[in-house]
């Protein structure tokens, strides 16, 4: 009786994780497009560290990663369970703060290059860093909360995938996705930042083999690639704040939704470039409206914070 039980017992958990994996699987291609947000925005957001602190400081952002993980995937499983059409407005709410944020970059970088002298606008200069713990705390802060905005938009569309499965697939889904994901972009996050280093080891090997010359033409190129890619990083990580903020926000709107929806398929039946360019609009008009939305959202607080201080 007791190896009867045992037998069920063994068959019930290979069943749910039987599921579990098919669920990730399912999980892992829809929140793809969120993954290589989140991947621009992480490996822009820990930029401009000195180089020996870059490994830390990613190490200290992926454990804030895995600290939302544990805030957000019990989250989750309470909210779909007591309070399911709080889902989407906690998950706007989030979309408006990335879009206030990568409005804000923009509205600064606009204001730091309008204060520089007319006289000598070729230069641009970085303002000199004094206190680089702090620095470090700002980004590795500002990283983390991010994350959380992201990351609570991996959780959100597993728990949809899996919302008709059983209590423990549900929580099993999530835990499995959540530290998937944190694994994957932190590696890549790393892996990206330290291009330098790796370009600096080969182009140093010595020796006169067809193998160790491509290497050194390998690590000068990737020393060349690598200035060029950590700028480019900075310009898609804001992008990506705008698209995945809009997303969100046009997501819950479901007017505005509609509409990009509808341009998708008209833009569809251009010849030849049709397919390609369906695939872009949607991007595009969320990354716009997520803009508009930014716009809307910093000039507002500005607003209020000047009443304030008259006040």
């Not at 900075?234 to 995945?244: L, P």
Request: charged share 15%.
């Amino acid at each position: 009786m007791a190896g009867a039980s045992l037998l069920t017992l063994l068959d019930d958990i290979a069943s749910i994780l039987d599921d579990v994996a098919v669920m990730s699987k399912v999980a892992a291609k829809k929140t793809a497009g969120v993954l290589g947000d989140d991947l621009a925005l992480n490996a822009q957001q820990v930029t401009g560290v000195n180089a020996d602190r870059e490994l830390p400081v990613i190490w200290a952002v992926a454990l804030g990663s895995f600290r939302n993980k544990l805030i957000l995937v019990p989250a989750a499983l309470l909210i779909s369970a007591f309070i399911p059409w709080a889902v989407t407005p906690l998950l706007m709410f989030g979309g408006l703060f990335l879009c206030f944020e990568g409005f804000e970059k923009l509205h600064h970088s606009y204001r730091h290059r309008k204060d520089q002298p007319e006289e000598s606008p070729e230069v641009h200069e970085q303002p000199e860093i004094t206190d680089w713990v702090a620095f470090e705390a700002e980004k590795v802060k500002g990283a983390i909360r991010t994350d959380f905005v992201l990351s609570a938009e991996i959780i959100a569309i597993t728990l949809g995938i899996v919302a008709d499965k059983s209590l423990s697939t549900q929580f099993l889904t999530l835990a499995a996705i959540g530290i998937v994901m944190t694994i994957g972009v932190y590696g890549l996050v790393a892996a990206i930042v330290k291009i330098d280093d790796a370009g600096l080891y080969l182009s140093q090997r010595q020796g006169e083999s067809a193998i160790t010359q491509f290497n050194r033409k390998l690590g000068f190129g990737l020393l060349s690639a690598a200035p060029l890619l950590m700028r480019s990083l900075t310009i898609i990580g804001t992008a990506a704040m705008f698209m995945v903020g809009g997303g969100i926000l046009t997501h819950g709107l479901h007017i505005i939704g509609e509409q990009i929806h509808h341009a998708e398929q008209v833009v569809e039946t251009v010849s030849v470039v049709g397919p390609a360019l369906a695939l872009l609009t949607p991007s595009i008009l969320n990354g716009l409206f997520g803009v508009l939305a930014g716009a809307v959202a910093v000039f507002l607080i500005t607003g209020i914070q000047k009443l304030r201080n008259k006040s």
